[in-house]
């Protein structure tokens, strides 16, 4: 089974970019008909679905955050990347991420990482 | 403000059986695969249902789902303390284009 690891600062100062890594190992990002996304849960809320990449390197993200989401792919490190610029405090939540495919919104998940947006 | 609905939350004796309703549109649910989550509070969530009505290995069949129209139901029959978590439902938005979460469902065993 494929196994996810966020990494990244868990603190981030408002306006500034938040950028995380998932290590991706048992399988690769590569992989034809599964995609590489990322969720976020702020605290005592709900889970929130941000964006995934796929294997071609196409890209869906949500229409409340598109306009400061950026994923992207690094198949050489078998790994993705969030970035999420001009953060508020908004912002503040664990991050997942996460495996998806044709017939289910996330299959497996990391464990995520609590990213706070302070000054 | 979520485009799936469901209850905040559902209770039940153990051994008892419970339902959890997650109701959507024709952009998302009526035709898309619906999958179900659990989640214990400090951890992340865990795959129950896949494909509307699958369950992966190790997911016991005391929890089931189905799919008619524009609304899923999620059921756990045989209710243990251990099922007390939260429950969330997930689909694809056709006309979001994006991936859409419920707001969750508590369950409580009384």
């Known amino acids: 089974q494929v196994q996810l690891q966020e990494s990244g600062p868990g603190l981030v100062k408002p306006s500034e970019t938040l950028s995380l890594t998932c290590t991706v190992s048992g399988g690769s990002v590569s992989t034809v008909n599964f995609y590489w996304s990322w969720i976020r849960q702020p605290p005592g809320k709900g889970l929130e679905w941000i964006g995934f990449?796929?294997?071609?390197?196409?890209?869906y993200y949500s229409p409340s955050l598109k306009t400061r989401v950026t994923i992207s792919v690094d198949t050489s490190k078998n790994e993705f990347s969030l970035r999420l610029s001009s953060v508020t405090a908004a912002d503040t939540a664990v991050y997942y991420c996460a495996r998806e495919s044709p017939v289910s919104l996330a299959e497996d998940w990391g464990q995520g990482t609590l990213v706070t947006v302070s000054s | 403000q979520s485009v799936l609905t469901q209850p905040p939350s559902v209770s039940a004796a153990p051994g008892q059986k419970v339902t959890i309703s997650c109701s959507g549109s024709s952009s998302n649910i009526a035709n898309n695969f619906v999958s179900w989550y659990q989640q214990f509070p400090g951890t992340a969530p865990k795959l129950l249902i896949y494909e509307n009505r699958k369950r992966p290995s190790g997911i016991p069949d005391r929890f089931s789902a189905s799919k008619s129209g524009t609304s899923a139901t999620l059921g756990i029959t045989g209710l243990q303390t251990g099922d007390e978590a939260d429950y969330y439902c997930g689909t694809w938005d056709s006309s979001l284009s994006a991936g859409v979460f419920g707001p969750g469902t508590k369950v409580t065993v009384l």
């Open positions: 990449i796929s294997n071609t390197g196409s890209t």
